[in-house]
């Protein structure tokens, strides 16, 4: 059984860092194109990023130039470094495996992913 892990989330000024962490179980990620989704109180769940098994990677128009997805097939963990977070950035953060990874982040979602628990990354002063 499919079983991811986030970690990394917690509380962060705005302007700083944060590297969010997903350890995968049950499989091995190196088949696997894998994502990261966010969703904010009261707004959708978007796709953050995503990078493919060639790593290949694609971002959400809001992120691009401040976060970079990794992947570490030897570890089976897939990385978000967010760097200059901003308050918008506040969400809960998931970890996706199986994801369509394209240039159109309204489609990485499909009925075969599997998701991670989450985890809540908040950006307050």
């Known amino acids: 059984q499919k079983q991811l892990v986030e970690s990394g989330g917690g509380l962060v000024q705005p302007g700083g860092s944060m590297r969010l962490s997903c350890v995968a179980s049950?499989?091995?990620?190196?088949?696997?194109?894998m994502g990261w989704f966010r969703q904010a109180p009261g707004k959708e769940r978007e796709g953050v990023s995503c990078i493919n098994s060639r790593a290949g990677t694609h971002y959400g128009d809001a992120v691009k130039g401040r976060f970079t997805i990794s992947r570490d097939n030897a570890r089976n963990t897939v990385y978000l470094q967010m760097n200059s977070l901003k308050v918008e950035d506040t969400g809960v953060y998931y970890c996706?495996?199986?994801?369509?990874?394209?240039?159109?982040?309204?489609?990485?979602?499909?009925?075969?992913?599997?998701w991670g628990p989450g985890t809540q990354v908040t950006v307050s002063s």
């Open positions: 996706v495996a199986n994801v369509e990874c394209n240039s159109h982040p309204y489609t990485w979602n499909n009925p075969d992913a599997s």
């Open positions: 049950g499989f091995t990620l190196d088949y696997y194109a």
